[in-house]
């Protein structure tokens, strides 16, 4: 993918795959209802890695408010998506 | 300019956690409660170390007390003193750290203003303003 092309859904969730695999040291499939209830590692102080990790992936950054409206993978798509 | 300002020390048990730091010759400079941060905070002393600022949450809402998970009792974040708050943020942002915290009064440093962030290659950082205050 060249630089200035808009990514899809699809890229997205596979790159956010890596680094969910990167934060959290497990192998879980994401999809959009995915929710720290499904990932044992993902606390409050893991959330901030993940997003910070996010921000340096896709060169974006959250405001405060965009980050207390995230608490599944859905979100961090819809708001990753906005910003590509 | 921006300056070390001091090490921020989460503790559940503040009273056994100052009885260490006075071994270390620390003594006591202040203690507050700190209503923003859901804790009580006290400052300790030490002419030949760095200030250490010790966190006990009050609430399981205070933003210190998920680090009481993490590291039990122990140093969390470094803070730095400097002049203009806003733009010490934003060359923090440019080499990818986040603000995780909105600008509000540090009750222990005279209503300075500080604020919090976070960084994958650096963990936590706090600011703090040099001479300006929030009312």
Redesign the interface.
């Known amino acids: 993918m060249s630089k200035g092309d808009v990514m899809s859904r699809k890229d997205i969730i596979l790159k956010l795959q890596e680094i969910f695999i990167k934060v959290f040291k497990t192998g879980v499939t994401i999809e959009d209802s995915t929710s720290a209830m499904d990932i044992d590692n993902w606390d409050s102080l893991n959330h901030i890695s993940l997003l910070a990790a996010i921000e340096e992936e896709f060169s974006i950054k959250f405001t405060i408010k965009e980050m207390r409206s995230i608490f599944k993978v859905g979100d961090l798509l819809d708001i990753i998506e906005s910003k590509k | 300019m921006i300056k070390f300002h001091h090490i921020g020390v989460v503790t559940s048990e503040l009273q056994k956690t100052i009885e260490i730091y006075k071994q270390l010759n620390y003594t006591e400079a202040l203690s507050v409660v700190d209503e923003i941060q859901l804790a009580n905070i006290v400052l300790l002393k030490n002419k030949n170390g760095p200030m250490v600022e010790l966190i006990s949450p009050t609430s399981e809402d205070s933003p210190a007390h ?2 009481i ?2 590291v039990t009792a122990g140093p969390y974040h470094t803070c730095y003193e400097c002049d203009d708050l806003e733009k010490q943020i934003n060359l923090f ?1 440019s080499q ?7 600008i509000v009064p540090a009750i222990a440093f005279d209503n300075k203003s500080v604020v919090f962030l ?3 290659h650096v963990g936590l950082i706090e600011l703090v303003e040099k001479d300006k205050r929030v009312t």
């Open positions: 998920k680090w998970d993490r942002i990818n750290l986040m603000v995780i915290s909105d976070w960084g994958n």
